[in-house]
T-cell receptor, first 110, second 112 residues
């Protein structure tokens, strides 16, 4: 499983765009990049997954450069309710283990 | 449709006591996982299962045992609880090859 590196924490203000970058230098050809969000006292929930280029859904966008050694989760116009820990995971669809790193703690201020 | 349900939600144990945490999912998922999360830390995989009757060790399996006798249930056992096992335990389930895993609400366990 590819090792991932994320910033430990980030701060933002309401209405700003937040970009959280994840490094995964050893990503394999068959690996996908998946992001989860965890609110305090809750289990993580899936946000988005991508393989290359850009993926967008109603919650976030995921940007993956051509070399795929990093990825960026983009949260447009954050609100206080986006305060959470965000985890980047890398693995193939054949992976039977979900390994979480330490995640990035995002704090949104009014 | 309940999703993933963990029982109990809270528990206090004395050192040396045993207990079993139950995870039940109603989504017919093949894969199930048990994690622990210590304060301010990420999730660490304890054990997981890729199907009924199968289990495998994760990152931190010592001091825990698991069983998957039925597809919908995944049990996590502590034979002799230690204060170091004080944590929040999360269960999750997913289909093979699917990006999205579904998590329960967690069990807060305190060992005194």
């Amino acid at each position: 499983l590819a090792k991932t590196t994320q910033p430990i924490s980030m701060d933002s203000y309401e209405g700003q765009e937040v970009n959280i970058t994840c490094s995964h230098n050893n990503i394999a050809t068959n690996d996908y990049i998946t992001w989860y969000q965890q609110f305090p006292s809750q289990g993580p929930r899936f946000i988005i997954q991508g393989y290359k280029t850009k993926v967008t859904n109603e919650v976030a966008s995921l940007f993956i450069p051509a070399d795929r050694k990093s990825s960026t989760l983009s949260l447009p116009r954050v609100s206080l309710s986006d305060t959470a820990v965000y985890y980047c995971l890398v693995g193939s669809h054949n992976t039977d283990k979900l390994i979480f790193g330490t995640g990035t703690r995002l704090q949104v201020f009014p | 449709n309940a999703g993933v349900t963990q029982t109990p939600k809270f528990r206090v144990l004395k050192t040396g006591q045993s207990m079993t945490l139950l995870c039940a999912q109603d989504m017919n998922h093949e894969y199930m996982y048990w994690y622990r999360q210590d304060p301010g830390m990420g999730l660490r995989l304890i054990h997981y299962s890729v199907g009924e009757g199968t289990t495998a060790k994760g990152e931190v399996p010592d001091g825990y045992n698991v069983s998957r006798l039925k597809k919908q249930n995944f049990l996590l056992g502590l034979e002799s609880a230690a204060p170091s096992q004080t944590s929040v335990y999360f269960c999750a389930s997913s289909f093979p090859g699917e990006a999205e895993a579904f998590f329960g609400q967690g069990t807060r366990l305190t060992v005194v």
